[in-house]
């Protein structure tokens, strides 16, 4: 009987053991459940805060792109617009000096044109003075007709220097015709 004392005891011992074994386990197993929720909330916490970046960043970026492709926009109206205008002060400019020209050119025309003109004028006053000169020179004067038509045996129209009035019988403008 003391044998199954012992063995009774040893048996209690053992069974109180495991027990107390499976108090420490499931209190173990409590706590491992507890530090695995609390990691997985924490990389819940850490996912969502880098996902809550992730997006803070990419909205970041694309505002910033915006910016740029705004400023860029502006950059470009700006630069086509003093293009333009460029283009329009080169075009006047080169309007103005075609127009220099051109009433430049017409001025020399008009001047050229004058000064022809003159020319003309004075070699013909020139030319009349000789003509009269020459006829005042070498104008011939006959005394009657018989004389006129031993140089000019048809006679002379009144356009000739030779003619005179008092020769043209008939006053046909036309002196000493037979």
Excluded at 91 to 104: L, Q
Excluded at 169 to 175: M, V
Aim: proline letters at 2%; charged letters at 40%.
């Amino acid at each position: 009987m003391k044998r199954f004392t012992y063995l009774f005891m040893i048996v209690l011992c053992v069974f109180l053991a495991a027990c107390s074994s499976n108090e420490s386990t499931s209190k173990e197993k409590n706590a491992e459940t507890k530090n695995e929720e609390k990691q997985k909330d924490e990389a819940e916490t850490k996912a969502k805060a880098e996902e809550e970046a992730k997006v803070k960043a990419e909205a970041e970026a694309k505002a910033k792109a915006e910016a740029e492709a705004k400023a860029k926009a502006e950059a470009e109206a700006k630069a086509k617009a003093e293009a333009e205008a460029k283009a329009k002060a080169e075009a006047e400019a080169k309007a103005k000096t075609e127009a220099e020209a051109k009433a430049k050119a017409e001025a020399e025309a008009k001047a050229k044109a004058e000064a022809e003109a003159k020319a003309k004028a004075e070699a013909e006053a020139k030319a009349k003075a000789e003509a009269e000169a020459l006829v005042s020179s070498t104008q011939e004067s006959f005394a009657n007709c018989t004389e006129l038509r031993k140089v000019y045996p048809n006679g002379v129209p009144a356009d000739h220097p030779a003619y005179q009035s008092k020769m043209d019988r008939d006053k046909d403008n036309y002196a000493c015709e037979r």
